[in-house]
């Protein structure tokens, strides 16, 4: 069975342990890398991370995506919708596809 981690600050990834999600609360902007570094090393297969964070962690995320696993999953957090995740989304399907399926733009 796939690992999935959820990172970022208590408050928005509380939530995520009552399904059984392992998380990875990070409040001080600080610690984000290393944090990110221990998933990724754990082998998760899913990595849901707060918006927030994944602004944080840029070029961290980029090395990920090289790869296979883990999948970095980019999710609102409890201050609202960034746009990166959705940003991200119509990437990976121009990416797929070679052009904008989703959004037409």
Same mark, same amino acid.
């Given at each position: 069975?796939?690992?999935?981690?959820?990172?970022?600050?208590?408050?928005?990834?509380?939530?995520?342990?009552?399904?059984?999600?392992?998380?990875?609360?990070?409040?001080?902007?600080?610690?984000?890398?290393?944090?990110?570094?221990?998933? !990724?090393?754990?082998?998760? &297969?899913?990595?849901?991370? +707060?918006?927030?964070?994944?602004?944080? =962690?840029?070029?961290?995320? /980029? *090395?990920?995506?090289?790869?296979?696993?883990?999948? !970095?999953?980019?999710?609102? &957090?409890?201050?609202?919708? +960034?746009?990166?995740?959705?940003?991200? =989304?119509?990437?990976?399907? /121009? *990416?797929?596809?070679?052009?904008?399926?989703?959004?037409?733009?």
């Amino acid at each position: 069975m796939v690992k999935i981690a959820v990172l970022g600050d208590t408050e928005s990834i509380k939530g995520f342990a009552a399904v059984g999600l392992d998380i990875f609360p990070c409040d001080h902007d600080d610690d984000a890398p290393s944090v990110f570094k221990r998933i !990724v090393d754990a082998d998760y &297969g899913v990595i849901y991370i +707060t918006e927030h964070m994944a602004s944080l =962690l840029s070029k961290e995320i /980029e *090395k990920t995506d090289e790869c296979l696993t883990p999948s !970095v999953v980019p999710i609102p &957090g409890a201050g609202g919708n +960034t746009g990166i995740g959705t940003a991200r =989304l119509k990437e990976a399907v /121009e *990416k797929a596809v070679g052009s904008d399926i989703i959004f037409n733009k």
